[in-house]
């Protein structure tokens, strides 16, 4: 069956950095689009940065951007979320999910969800 496992979440001080991956089994992961996405207390589930199955496009949210980047090694089944200059509003649950075909910012769009990873980031 299908399993994508988070990893790489913690606590860290605003302006600090963090990289959560995301091993992936059951699939064949280099035909999968990969994103991540992130849920905080009583809010929805919003979209962060997605990669196209060979890597070459990536797409991010504008609260992210310039901050954030996301790779994926597809010989290791991994996909990565490097975070910098982190801030207090990034703290949520962190999601990556896949999508088989095309890419997309939409959560209902994905095939196959973790079970996501804490990231706390303290003021």
């Known amino acids: 069956q299908v399993q994508l496992v988070e990893s790489g979440g913690g606590l860290v001080q605003a302006g600090d950095s963090l990289r959560v991956s995301c091993a992936a089994s059951?699939?064949?992961?280099?035909?999968?689009?990969m994103g991540w996405f992130r849920q905080a207390p009583g809010k929805e589930r919003e979209f962060v940065a997605v990669?196209?199955?060979?890597?070459?496009?990536?797409y991010y949210a504008d609260s992210v951007k310039d901050r954030f980047a996301i790779s994926r090694d597809n010989a290791k089944n991994t996909v990565y979320l490097q975070m910098n200059s982190l801030k207090p509003e990034d703290t949520a649950v962190y999601y990556c999910?896949?999508?088989?075909?095309?890419?997309?910012?939409?959560?209902?769009?994905?095939?196959?969800w973790g079970q996501g990873t804490q990231v706390t980031v303290s003021s």
């Open positions: 999910a896949a999508k088989r075909v095309g890419i997309s910012y939409i959560p209902n769009h994905y095939d196959y």
């Open positions: 059951g699939l064949t992961f280099s035909r999968y689009a």
């Open positions: 990669i196209s199955t060979s890597g070459a496009t990536t």
